[in-house]
């Protein structure tokens, strides 16, 4: 091969991104292309913010997703863990009898969702329990603890400090199209994508999730705390779904306990969709937000279509079947090549 095709090889792999990221984003672009072409109302500022808006939640929900996948697990629970953190919060500061305020509101999701999160790790690290049946699990007990001991009623009015918040953009704009919003809690989970992908890429606990994703035999041996580090993974998730709660919550305005569970669908499908492994050991921060956008992109372009919700979730549940069984035949023609090239290596041995 010449030294420009070896160039121009190594120019299309770093274009197309270690989890085929670049794919993704071209094929984004070709949906809102396309969308815009159907539907010249779609390639407008206010709908672009309409679906910035909207991945908010899905976002922070799926960087938590996306930390479990890696790991090697599967997880959710998140949507429960999620609501029982905000509610339980909004129900603990309804008259803000301590005076504790945002702030205080917001440590006391992160502590509820801690603790929720070290229920699941500890069950799956400490008796090393397969990860769907635990959080399923768990997924039911959080939601009947919700309903059963801290309330069902929905609450119409938040406590002031939340209220005042949730009318809060970050840009507003006027444009032929109407009226533009972005809101300002874009901020923190544009924030919490920024840290994760560095702790991902530049800490050597984030190298430890991969490895244990890899192969946790081989992450064992390598002289890894797999225990320590599931446990400190499935902690994290349950804070950062506590934060996409409290968020959902604050932008919805009130607080309803059977909101959020019943879409997990739609989290799992974005984290798959953005280059995770099912199988573990493999995922990007940047993958997860072009998944999350596709998602969001795609829901926005049906409604507008006037499709039913219901094909909705099939267009979504289409997705992720597609995107697991490309994954699955990537790695099974992997393991083939990988095979061979065990095979030949043993003749040249042999001869």
Partial sequence: MTARGVTAGAVAHRLRGSNNEGILAIVLVLLVVGMSIANPAFFTLPTAFSILRSSIVPLILALGVLLVIISGGIDVSFAAIAVFAAYTTVMVFEGDTFGLGLVGAVVSALIIGALLGLVNGFLIARFRLPTLIVTLGTQGIFNGVLLAYVGSRY?????????????????????????????????????????????????????????IGGDIDAARRAGIRVTRIQLVVYVVVGMMAAVAGMIYMIMGRSANPHELVGGELDIIAAVVLGGASIFGGRGSVLGTVLGVLLIQVINNSLTLAGVPSAWQRTAVGVLLVIGVGVQALAARGTWRARGRLGINTAREVTA
């Fill in 155 to 211: 609450i119409a009015n938040l406590p002031d400090p939340m209220a005042a918040i949730s009318t809060t953009n970050l840009i507003e704009v006027t444009t032929a199209g109407g009226h533009a919003y972005l809101h300002v809690l874009v901020i923190p989970a544009a924030i919490l994508a920024l840290a994760l992908s560095l702790v991902l890429r530049r800490t050597m606990f984030g190298r430890s999730i991969y490895a």
